[in-house]
């Protein structure tokens, strides 16, 4: 979780957002306009999921274009970047980059994009998801023994504490994950994961401006454009 590593957390791709209100935010990418909104069996698509994540964070546009596939592809590629942590006690592993019953989602469609505002990271990630898939995804809890863990990157110990809450307002349910770092607040982070209606959204917060009142606006305006966008 140290450094500017940009990972999936709470299923979301870090990146880095001075939050003094979250404006200006639009609607997605005109690519891919002409794809079906649904699949064969009903899901959305990564297409579509795509099109609904938000352009603009505090008027920043996004740091690069928006990528789309399954999930579990996605998942895979941020685990092969995230694979110099070592994390202790290593049963945390899971619990601390991703904070979520995540294998509920298998080979989901899914959509991300990242933006960097400042010195600070916002991300976005989009799931296609059943009622079913959404409820297992927002019953997990942190462990009782990852309250507080310790990764070690390139030689270098930092210690954490990790805690997560069930939170109201914002889709039909969501939950927040907190990591804070024991020394630099610049790896400070906050993510928020809800459900809507046929998919999950998650949005992260990451460095010395996260705060709980930063992800949870975020989480707002983008659940708000994605549930007008995929209606």
Do not use: H
């Not at 770092?181 to 996260?210: C, E, H, M």
């Amino acid at each position: 979780m140290a450094g500017s590593c940009w990972r999936i957390a709470s299923g979301l791709l870090l990146a880095p957002v001075a939050v003094a209100g979250l404006a200006g935010c639009g609607g997605g990418s005109s690519s891919s306009s002409s794809a079906a909104t649904t699949s064969a069996n009903g899901a959305l698509t990564s297409a579509t999921l795509r099109q609904a994540l938000l352009t603009r964070v505090n008027g920043a546009a996004a740091a690069a274009p928006a990528s789309s596939g399954t999930y579990s592809s996605m998942q895979a590629a941020n685990s092969k970047a995230a694979s110099g942590i070592q994390v202790t006690p290593k049963a945390c592993s899971a619990a601390a980059t991703v904070g979520f019953n995540s294998a509920a989602l298998g080979t989901a469609p899914a959509a991300a994009v990242t933006f960097r505002v400042g010195t600070n990271g916002v991300s976005e990630v989009l799931i296609a998801s059943s009622a079913g898939s959404a409820s297992a995804v927002l019953a997990g809890r942190v462990p009782a023994g990852c309250t507080k863990y310790q990764g070690k990157v390139a030689g270098r110990t930092v210690k954490y504490g990790l805690t997560g809450k069930a939170v109201t307002g914002i889709g039909q349910q969501a939950r927040e994950l907190n990591v804070r770092t024991g020394g630099a607040a610049t790896d400070n982070q906050w993510s928020l994961i809800y459900r809507g209606a046929g998919f999950v959204g998650t949005v992260t917060v990451i460095g010395p401006n996260a705060s709980e009142a930063a992800v949870r606006e975020l989480a707002q305006q983008a659940y708000a454009f994605a549930a007008r966008a995929l209606a």
